[in-house]
């Protein structure tokens, strides 16, 4: 394709668009009926089974999804992040160069390093072992990792490696996101990970000198070196803000932040917390995926069948949204990990070559785990507005418990939810139905399901490590693949930067308000007012105070 062509310019885009049209009133219920259709939607690797029968599209649809595909395939663009979790004596270049030797002396560190720590042979400056780590990183410095820590959290295998230790993720520059973070720990038995692509991310930067100060104050500024290390790409900055550089562990500008969690960003902290061993069958799992997504043919390949069913429904049926709805609590920072990694590679206005987009791309997702968010937010997804749902189950739960005498374990109540969702959200409830029910007439609009809301299941054997690295590696593929056909530049985010440039301005203004009484100036009139009445009604904090650390 020529590079300003835009992807709804190609014939199987068109083609596309008037199947939309016709395709508009088939109703889920009808094609729920079509047996072969539906058999055909079933894909599975690995024992992880995608069924995406439920999705407002016929094997037709696919088939044009996948000539769609072809025209704008990964080929020719490479999703470095693969490199992060490939075997040893894989091969794969960037900028001319195999980037594997370098993504395993990291790795062989950091196992070097967290047996070191985990064993007790790398102590703190009081001579004690550190069994607690507090990670400070925001985005994809943060949420990845956390959301695999909170996955393996009950993972009994995981329990037991993490016997006597603590994990905790520092990312808000709230204070008070500082003071739960420190409360309960001694700084004599704590381990700071400062973890920074760019070591010059404003809050991370700001909790990593207060903590530096928390340990500093507390044992002394030669404690810096046994109780601080950092994981960035910018090792000279490491070094300037004290850290010895031995003590840090590298990753690439290659590697987009929010897909480094197989990095060093992720892979440090949770084998300090997990062990090493741990880690590497996460990082097996999402290699494993990274084959599949590479060799398998589009229908029977899951991030590519999963990217190519999100753009249907975002550019071709119109849905903008998108809910992921895990039942399992283990995975309740799944949903959080995917708004950033979809969010911010996809929420793009202009193709990449800066053309504006005449269509819509890029999803807002949401999500909480089944079966609290029934609780919650399913009433506008049943009755109010069509937003296609992902379904997550898992077959055999991290903690089963079963009760002498309920009807079914608590696994399977939690399951009965998973497997009826989608069957209500598709075929809703009919007035005939409802008439025969003798649902009195004035109730019958307010108990009417219109139905025809697409959703797909995806039932994984287990939440291991590997599983999670499975699930984690199927998202970010299938972001890449919508990326790739809407012909947007998923690996760049110039959006957030122009609140932070604000936020200088605003810094700037408060801190010249507060040592030298400079008026408010150079804002519209709403953010004058609002700064001057923040101002005047915090006007008690001294200019210069002491250093405060909280204390809870
Ligand atoms: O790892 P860093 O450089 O501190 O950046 C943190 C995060 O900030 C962002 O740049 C967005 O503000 C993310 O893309 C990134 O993951």
């Given amino acids: 394709m020529a590079s300003t062509t835009l992807i ?11 199947h939309v049209e016709d395709f508009k009133k088939t109703h889920l219920r009808d094609l729920m009926n079509d047996k072969e259709r539906c058999q055909s939607m079933m894909v599975e690797f690995d024992g992880m089974l995608l069924d995406y029968s439920r999705q407002r599209a016929t094997l037709d649809t696919m088939d044009k999804l996948y000539q769609l595909a072809e025209i704008n395939s990964t080929e020719n663009r490479s999703v470095l992040h693969v490199a992060l979790r490939a075997p040893r004596d894989a ?52 949420l990845g990792p956390l959301f695999v820590h909170t996955a393996l959290q009950t993972d009994p295998e995981a329990v037991e490696f ?21 409360a309960g720990l001694n700084p004599e038995t704590t381990l700071v990970v400062v973890v920074s692509k760019t070591f010059t991310t404003a809050e991370t930067m700001l909790n990593a000198r207060t903590l530096r100060e928390w340990i500093s104050s507390a044992l002394g500024p030669f404690a810096v070196a046994k109780h601080m290390v950092a994981v960035s790409t910018n ?37 300090l917390q997990y062990g090493f061993s741990m880690v590497e069958k996460f990082l097996n799992g999402a290699s494993s995926i990274d084959q599949h997504f590479r060799s398998a043919p589009f229908e029977k390949n899951i991030p590519v069948l999963l990217g190519l069913l999100s753009v249907w429904n975002v550019s071709f049926l119109g849905y903008p949204a998108r809910a992921i709805l895990p039942y399992s609590q283990a995975l309740e920072k799944f949903a959080p990990h995917i708004q950033q990694v979809s969010m911010e590679s996809n929420g793009k206005g202009v193709s990449i070559d800066g053309v504006p987009l005449p269509y819509e791309a890029g999803e807002i997702d949401f999500g909480e785990p089944g079966t609290n968010g029934q609780h ?7 009755q109010g507005r069509v937003i296609p749902c992902d379904f997550i189950g898992i077959v055999k739960s991290q903690q089963p418990v079963y009760l002498k005498g309920e009807v079914v374990s608590n696994h399977d109540e939690l399951m009965s939810n998973f497997f009826a969702q989608p069957d ?35 039932l994984l054997p287990s939440l291991n490590a590997c599983n999670i690295g499975q699930l984690l590696a199927s998202y970010e593929h299938r972001i890449a693949v919508e990326g790739f ?19 200088t301005q605003v810094r700037k203004q408060l801190h010249a308000s507060r040592t030298k009484g400079e008026p408010v100036e150079g804002f519209n009139f709403s ?13 008690d904090i001294p200019a210069d105070p002491p250093t405060l650390l909280p204390r809870i």
């Fill in 8 to 18: 709804c310019d190609s014939e199987p885009w068109k083609d596309l668009k008037s």
């Fill in 91 to 142: 091969v794969i270049y960037s900028d001319g160069k195999n980037v594997v030797p370098d993504v395993w002396n990291v790795l062989d560190k950091i196992k070097d390093f967290s047996e070191k720590v985990r064993s007790g042979s790398w102590v703190g400056a009081t001579g004690k072992p550190l069994k607690d780590v507090i990670a400070i990183g925001i985005g994809g410095s943060f």
């Fill in 162 to 182: 993490a016997k006597g230790r603590q994990l905790r993720f520092l990312a808000n520059v709230d204070p008070i996101d500082v003071a739960r973070n420190i």
């Fill in 235 to 271: 090792l000279t900055l490491v070094e300037k803000f004290g850290i010895d550089p031995n003590n840090a562990f590298a990753f690439w500008d290659w590697v987009g932040g929010r897909y480094s969690v197989c990095s060093a960003v992720g892979v440090l902290p949770l084998s």
């Fill in 376 to 382: 919650s937010f399913y009433q506008l997804i049943h």
């Fill in 424 to 458: 209500a959200l598709a075929y809703g409830k009919t007035l005939e139905q409802l008439l025969k029910e003798n649902v009195p007439q004035h109730l019958i609009p307010h108990k009417m399901f219109s139905g025809n809301r697409p959703s797909l299941s995806l």
């Fill in 485 to 503: 056909v809407w012909g947007i530049n998923s690996f760049d985010q110039w959006g957030v930067e122009l609140g932070k440039s604000l936020a």
């Fill in 527 to 539: 953010t004058t007012t609002l700064l001057t009445r923040y101002l005047e009604a915090s006007s």
